[in-house]
């Protein structure tokens, strides 16, 4: 079986990553994958029908659409990994969403909340993490003073209504035990047509330091190993639908580093988080200070976190465990 993985040429999105590390997995384990990111390469392969199926990084790229995809149906297995729940009353979402063989979400929740929209089958796998570039950080090499709480977004400008929801928790907690705050992944207006978001937190959180997105090889060599010396992740989620297809990916990393976390209680993140066992989740602005004061004054808790959430990643989220996850639910529904 010939199987081609059709991804973004963008370097720096997550789910560019992701896909490659899937597609790398499958190969690893001996099927024929080829990765196609160049757009004519699309073309010609989408006019020859010369595969047997087909992965596509979204639905929304050029090559992925469904006025690019229809005329294959029934010839070539259509396979859609969709992390977005955005625009699911669009004509185009739905129409591709709907001739695909197999949809592939991050997360359980999204993949129930798609069959009110299709019934193409829809299964929920565990993203891949980079296991190579985020090595354990010892508790004992963290001796920050003050104490560092961390927030990371690959796209931040996008997600400022996220953090500003514990604009109040956040205040008080620097206010009292004097923690620097980090605040990773603004683009500045470079990339995407995004507008520079920065300020607007930088007024918000006078006391914390907004530091720029960098791209995959510089963020990995420089701040990866800077992440790894925090004392706390913070990972705060509005419960809106754009957000209801995430998959945990950058949360992954960080219990790999073996950051201890606070995230909000929804979504991946009561996939990945045990409350009170690998890290906290919290629903109020009172549930944040708490458990964000508890954190900052118990280092015992902050070692077992970091230390649990590191033994979850090796066990049920290690490589071997999501890579099968990953292929049996394509065999539930495609002949690899």
Not at 147 to 156: F, G, H, P, R, V
Not at 289 to 318: C, G, W
Request: charged residues 25%; negative net charge; glycine residues 6%.
């Amino acid at each position: 079986m010939e199987i081609k993985f059709f991804l973004s040429d963008n370097e720096m999105a997550p789910t560019t990553i992701s896909g490659k590390l899937f597609a790398n997995a499958l190969k690893e384990a001996g099927y024929p994958v080829e990765i196609i990111q160049n757009k004519e390469d699309k073309k010609r392969l989408l006019k020859t029908g010369d595969s047997d199926a087909i992965f596509f990084q979204k639905c929304f790229y050029e090559g992925h659409r469904y006025e690019d995809v229809r005329h294959l149906k029934g010839k070539v297995f259509l396979i859609y990994i969709d992390d977005d729940f955005m625009e699911m009353n669009d004509r185009g979402h739905l129409d591709v969403l709907k001739i695909a063989d197999l949809i592939i979400v991050g997360n359980r929740a999204h993949a129930e909340r798609l069959k009110e929209y299709t019934s193409t089958p829809c299964e929920a796998v565990y993203t891949l993490a980079d296991y190579k570039n985020y090595p354990y950080t010892p508790f004992e090499k963290r001796n920050n003073n003050p104490m560092i709480i961390y927030w990371e977004k690959n796209l931040a400008d996008v997600y400022i209504d996220d953090l500003l929801m514990i604009k109040e928790p956040l205040d008080m907690i620097h206010k009292k035990y004097g923690a620097a705050v980090r605040l990773y992944g603004w683009h500045k207006g470079k990339h995407y047509g995004l507008a520079d978001k920065s300020p607007i937190i930088k007024k918000a959180f006078p006391y914390a330091e907004c530091i720029p997105f960098q791209v995959p090889e510089i963020y990995v060599k420089e701040l990866v190993p800077e992440i790894a010396k925090s004392d706390i992740c913070i990972a705060p989620c509005i419960d809106i639908p754009d957000r209801y297809g995430k998959s945990g990916f950058g949360l992954k990393h960080t219990m790999l580093l073996g950051v201890p976390v606070i995230a909000s209680n929804l979504g991946i993140y009561q996939e990945l988080i045990q409350d009170g066992e690998n890290g906290f989740l919290a629903s109020t602005g009172e549930e944040w200070y708490e458990k964000l004061e508890i954190m900052i004054l118990q280092p015992t808790l902050r070692k077992e976190f970091s230390m649990n959430a590191r033994h979850v990643m090796e066990t049920k989220y290690d490589y071997d465990t999501c890579v099968g996850v990953f292929v049996n639910a394509v065999k539930k529904h495609v002949l690899l």
